[in-house]
């Protein structure tokens, strides 16, 4: 389709068809992303806390908080009256 000339109504109708296809492919498209979108964020929440994973399994997860100072009397460890406790 040249600049200035218009498109016969048998090109139009051709255009038509070729971006129904075009559009139906792409909704298929999205489709699929979204049900994949959907498993990975499934995955993602999935720790063994939630599932029957073993604990080695859990990825990006924080530490394990530090035993050390842990118990009751643990702010009184570094009090002036006691000597500096470090975890060992």
């Known amino acids: 389709m040249g600049e200035g000339v218009r498109p016969s109504y048998d090109e139009l109708a051709a255009l038509v068809a070729a971006q129904a296809v075009e559009l139906a492919r792409a909704r298929e498209e999205i489709t699929a992303l979204r049900a994949e979108v959907a498993a990975l964020k499934r995955r ?3 720790n063994s ?3 029957s994973m073993p604990p080695s399994s859990d990825r990006f997860s924080k530490p394990a908080p530090s035993r050390c100072g842990a118990s009751p009397d643990a702010s009184r460890a570094n009090s002036p009256e006691q000597p ?3 975890c060992h």
């Open 84 to 86: 500096e406790r470090t």
């Open 49 to 51: 806390g939630n599932s």
């Open 44 to 46: 993602l929440g999935t």
